[in-house]
Structures are given as structure tokens and as C-alpha cells.
């Protein structure tokens, strides 16, 4: 049968709707017949008595409130007819209870990384920390280039974590961002720190490295940018010394004791106090009796239910720390001239929240029964085992922030809403409803649900969580499921090269958009007679335009490209893609790729399933248009900056070609996307000579060395170089060195 309801407390004159129930409903509550008077949604009240005006309801055996009007048996009780009893400041009297969990201590253990100092994490990962906002860009580069480099072999993942703070904070706010960003770079689910400085910001690099207080020098580096001549040099430079340190830890077996978890709820709903925050109450209390750590914020949350933790305070020093820290609270709401119960949000209230108080009472129990052992201040780390409280609003980015700060390995998020977001720890969702966990399953981790429907699942939880802190990732962990990046064929040795190579430029950037895969598949260019000509050619001109930073050109080519699109819209938004991607192709390796860019371009990506063709015609043109104002505007600044950085690319593509007896400037300069005139020019400039010239002077270079070596035939040198013609390698290096080759190579011989 069914179960339709659920009158949580014996002591509750309401109950709550499991499934939605139609206005007639007939049920039976406590052995009494109750008729529904109206519609009820599910996870929303209903009235089990008749209430008169100002009459308290009871949920979880407290009031959560008291009744607007006169209300009837089995009418809907809802924000509309209940009114918060909260007020102003109150007075706590210290009234402790006995708690006894009655768990048995099981000595269990986890695979973790022990660090230096003796704490434990449960992931080895490198993050990049600028202590200012300034150096965003530049810490973000720095991480793509690391996993580029090492491909996150040996470590977790390579993370940064831009932020816009750091710069013209002061007294308290700034204080906050300190701590905060200590935090971080302690927190010992890094196994290797750069934390990178401007050198000019209010957050002093000497200053914050003398605030960190005791640290590991070789885990921790420090790099100011104002201090040094290029920047992403020296900064991989630090992350390649950091890496070979953090790649070599390995998980080792430490007690279930070590592990600390954040609590944190966030989009309530009617389930939100019977099913997931219950479930993380026990979990709470399983690993406080094994002796670990559980972190309680959200102080709003609590307003209405704080007695019950107040009596739970292992002595009167916690016990006036948390009546301090609620009545900080309540009296930042008032200075402000805020509601103090103003907090269930329209998603609350939808998902069947009335007050204040029903929402805290569903919320503190993810601190289960356990004894409340410390409180602490916001940017303080959790020093003593047990239910510790931290200081925090009821926001969910600034909670899991804080969280992970007070050195949280991993946060336990309830959820009868949804949500995406997670934080640089594992942040695991968990649902309060089967319906929110089938429907997302990109964001759900773990079903509690089921609970409705008698399982216990705390023994479940508890093996997920010791997956996840033994390395398993939660969802939010897996930011970018690349499922394949698939290149075109093309034939032959340099052929297998050549795939590869345009794989991996796919995988990037479907890892940075967050795509599942992304292919230019080579059926496109076969269904059409003109497919071949119009993903070539009109690409090209397009691409070409901006090279050129032309917008009238790019306005031309464009709806060219546009009036030979396929009929099908699926098709039009393939092609679409293809070129953008080859735009960013473009743009990284040239220049005009900067934070603006890198940001329309990802959510261009993130929202390549949800737009239309004729949309996605609009968004490509205005992100193509913004590129070349980026790239005039780069151009005027600095015109050696960027020559510099395709300049090494054109290089690394000769030494990589060399052996090529086609290389040319033509392919060069296609290669970092420049018109093959304009290459020349700026090659010229940069190495003073022509490309012929530098070429020349290249092969013959390998060539000496392959002479030089002594074991290497003339024939098998030419094919080294790209010179297929004896005769003429010959003439070549003679006139290069001023001796044949076989005069060269008779010097070195013993």
C-alpha cells in the first residue's frame, strides 16, 4: 500500500504529503478519518485538528510557528496562513542534556594521503592560490599548462582558484580574505601550493607567507609577478618542482578518526527533515563515535532550533559561545533593519517550507544527537574532535567556502531542490526525494529517498563517503566527462601524427567547455557536393578575417557561410561549432584569447544543447565580432607581447617538421593562423632573417650534429633534414659551413 503521509511526531498537529493529494482525499491519521479540504503538494501540510487564530502548529514535535486564522481539519497549512513565532534577541538559559549515542567504536580505516604535519587528506591534488584578483588570468594559464604538460599523471587534478579579492579590502573584510585564503594553501587535500602575488595589492605576498604561520616549504611555493620577467616561465617552472614532489604520495591507511566532514543543506523542502538531513544525522554521529569531526554552519538555519544544540553544548563555554554566535547573527539581521525569520526562499516555500523555525528544525538535524564540542569563527580551522559549529550565513557558495576552510575533506550537501555546485573539496549531494535524484543524475550522488519508504541507508552513506575519501569521485569532481574527441583520418605515417595531434586539441577544449565529446566527423563533409569546399574554404575566410582583424571582411564571409548552411538544423549547429573551435584553435595560439574570451566561449559551449540555430547564428557572430576588438586592442598595446608567443609556437612547429622537404613558410604560418605576408614580416623582425634563410640555417644546424656524431650515412642525414637530393645538400652545406659533408664528417672521426 501507499504510504501517502507521514505525522513525523507524536506530538505534531500536522502532518506532511508524501505524494500530492487531491482536495476529498480520505485518510487515516492516528486511527481519526481526515478529509482533505483542498489540494495538498507533496512534501507540504496539511492540518490533523482545528486550529484557532494565533494557534501553534507542531512539526518535529516543536512549533514552527503559529496560525494566521481559524483553520479547519484537513485544510492545507502553508505560508499564507502560518506566521513565524521569532522575534528580537532571547534569552538562553544553560539547561545541558545527557547525550548517549550507544555506537560502538569499530576501528575502521580509510586510504588517505598523511601529510608532514601529521594531518590527513583525501585527495593529493596541486592548486594555484592567487592571494589577489589581479593575477586570475595568469593562474588559470598556469593550470592549463600543467595538465597540458603532465596530463595530471601521479595527482588528483591541478586546480586554481581565481577569486576577486586580495586588492583594496580593508579591516575586517580584508582580515577574512587572509584567512580564508590560509586556509587553502594549508588545507591537506593539496599536496603541493603556488600561490601567486601581484606584489602590489593590499594582500602582501612577504606578509601573507609570514601569516601562514608553520609550513612545508617544499609543498608550498611563492611567486610574486611584479618581481619576476615572464610570469608563466617561472611559474611552471615552481609547478614542475611542486608536481614532482606531490606525484611521488601515495594513499596509506589511516583511522576513520582523521576524517572531517562539512554539513551543509542547502535547497530545502518538505523532505528536507525526514529523509536526507535525518540520514546525515546519523551518519554525524557514526563517525563522531569513531572519533572524527563533523562541521555544522549555516547560523540563519539554526534561528528557532537552537536550543536543541544549546543543550547539547559539552560545557558552558560552548554553550555562551553558540548564544553569542546566534545573537551575532540576530543582530546583524537587526542593525540592518532584516526580518530575522525572512529566510525560506520561494524554492522553500514551493517545495512545501513555511517559517523559519520548520526550516531550521529540518536543518540542525544534520548534527544529529552528538555533543556540540566547539564553535568556531568564520576562517577558523576544526581543532577539536566531535559536532563542532562554524560561523556562516545561510549561503550556499559562502558556506561550502567557509567549510572547506575549516579543513572539511569532503561536504555532505542535502538537497530537495537541486543544485550544481560544489567547491574545491568533494562536495557530494545528496537528495532528499527518489523524483530529484532520477531527475538529475548529473548532480545527485547519493538517493535518500528511499528512506520514505522504510530503508536504512546509513550503512550505504557511510561506505559512499569512505569511496569517495579513498579517491571515488562525486559528481561535482567530474566538472568536465570528456567521452571522446575524435580527429578526421589522414593518410599515412604523418598521417597518425597529424590525427593524434588534432585529437588532443579536441579533447582540450571539450574538457574546458565541459562538452562530452567533441568530433569533426568525416560523414559531414561527404553528404554534401559543396561540404568539402564550404567547411574549408568558407572556414577559412572566416578565420582569415579575424587573422586580419577585419570586421567588414568578417561580416562578408560570415553570411556567405550562413547562406550555404545545410537545411537540417542539427547540421547547421555542427558546422557552427566547428567553427568556433577553430576560432579558439586560433586565438590561444596567436593572441586576443583573454579572461572576456575564455568566458564567451564557455558559456557558448555550456550551452551548445540548448540553443536553437538561429540563436547560436547570433551568439557565433557577436563572440567572433568581440574577438577581433580584443585583438586590435592587444595589437595596439603590444605588438612584440604577441609576437613572442606565436613566434615560439612557429618554432616548435619547425624543429617538429623538419624532416619535411614541404615545409614552408605557407605551412607555418597556417599553422599559427597568420596570413603567410604578415608572418613573414613579423618572422623577419623577431629573428632577423626570412624564413628561407632560418630554415636553411636550421637544417643544416641538425645536420652538423648528425656529422658530428659520426655513425650517421649522408643519405639517411638528407632524409633527416628534408633535403631528399644529395647534390643539393651538399652545395647547401658547403655553402653553410664552407666544406662538403663527407670533409666535415672525416674531422670527427677517431
Known sequence: METKYLKINTA???????????????????????????????????ALKDFTEGEN????????????????????????????NLAGLLEYTYSPTEVNLNIPHKNLTFKGYRRKNGDVGVRNEIWIIP?????????????EGLRRETEGK????????????????????????????????????????????????????????????????????????????????????????????????????????????????????????ITANPLLGMFSDFLIAQGGTSVLTEVPEMFGAERILMARCTDRTVFDKTVKMINDFKDYFIRHGQEIYENPSPGNKEGGITTLEEKSLGCVQKGGKSVVTDVLGYGDTAEKRGLNLLYGPGNDMVAVTNLTAAGAHMILFTTGRGTPLGTAVPTIKISTGSELAEKKKAWIDFDAGRCLSGQSLTDELT????????????????????????????????????????????????????????TIPEDLEEQEDDSKQFSEDREIRIMNSIRKNDFVEL????????????????????????VMLRVQFMLQDTYGMNEDMKNQFANYYSNLNHLPAVKAVDVCYKILCRAIELRQEEAGKNETGYFKEYMAEAVAYIEEHLQEEDLSIIATAAHVYLNPVYFGRIFKSTF???????????????????????????????????????????????????????????????
Open 12 to 46: 505534531d498537529n500536522v502532518a506532511v504529503a508524501i505524494v500530492a493529494l487531491p482536495a476529498g482525499e480520505k485518510l487515516i491519521v492516528d486511527g481519526k478519518e481526515i478529509i482533505l479540504n483542498e489540494d495538498v503538494p507533496a512534501g507540504h501540510k496539511f
Open 57 to 84: 502548529v507542531i512539526k518535529y514535535g516543536y512549533p514552527i510557528g503559529h496560525t494566521r486564522t481559524v483553520k479547519k481539519q484537513g485544510d492545507w497549512i502553508n505560508e499564507n496562513n502560518i506566521q513565524t
Open 131 to 143: 592571494i589577489a584578483g589581479c593575477v586570475n588570468g595568469i593562474v588559470n594559464q598556469l593550470a
Open 154 to 273: 601521479g595527482v588528483d587534478a591541478i586546480m586554481a582558484f581565481p577569486h576577486n579579492y586580495g586588492c583594496s579590502q580593508l579591516g575586517d573584510d580584508h582580515e577574512n580574505t587572509k584567512r580564508i585564503l590560509r586556509d587553502m594553501v594549508l588545507h591537506p587535500n593539496a599536496g603541493a601550493v603556488l600561490v601567486v602575488g601581484l606584489g602590489c595589492e593590499n594582500n602582501q605576498p612577504d606578509i601573507f607567507r609570514e601569516f601562514l604561520g608553520d609550513y612545508d616549504s617544499d609543498r608550498v611555493k611563492f611567486m610574486v609577478t611584479q618581481k619576476v620577467g615572464d610570469e608563466y616561465e617561472e611559474g611552471m617552472k615552481l609547478l614542475r618542482e611542486l608536481y614532482a614532489k606531490a606525484s611521488k604520495d601515495e594513499r596509506v591507511d589511516v583511522p576513520l578518526s582523521e576524517l572531517r566532514v562539512g554539513l551543509k543543506c542547502g535547497g530545502s523542502d518538505g523532505f528536507s527533515g
Open 463 to 518: 561506505a559512499f563517503v569512505k569511496e569517495v575519501a579513498e579517491g571515488r569521485q562525486a559528481k561535482n569532481e567530474e566538472k568536465c566527462p570528456v567521452i571522446a574527441s575524435i580527429s578526421k583520418p589522414y593518410k599515412g605515417i604523418l598521417g597518425i601524427r597529424k590525427s593524434y595531434e588534432e585529437a588532443q586539441k579536441l579533447f582540450g577544449i571539450a574538457s574546458a567547455s565541459g562538452a562530452s565529446a567533441f
Open 555 to 578: 561580416k562578408e564571409t560570415f553570411i556567405d557561410f550562413i547562406y550555404h548552411l545545410p537545411k537540417e538544423e542539427a547540421r547547421q549547429c555542427q558546422y557552427l561549432h566547428k
Open 688 to 750: 632577423h632573417m626570412t624564413f628561407k634563410q632560418y630554415l636553411v640555417k636550421k637544417r643544416m644546424d641538425k645536420a652538423k650534429r648528425m656529422l658530428e656524431e659520426g655513425n650517421t650515412s649522408i643519405r639517411t642525414i638528407c632524409e633527416e633534414v628534408g633535403i631528399s637530393n644529395p647534390s643539393y645538400f651538399s652545395q647547401l652545406f658547403k655553402q653553410y659551413t664552407g666544406k662538403l659533408p663527407s670533409e666535415y664528417k672525416k674531422e670527427y672521426e677517431v
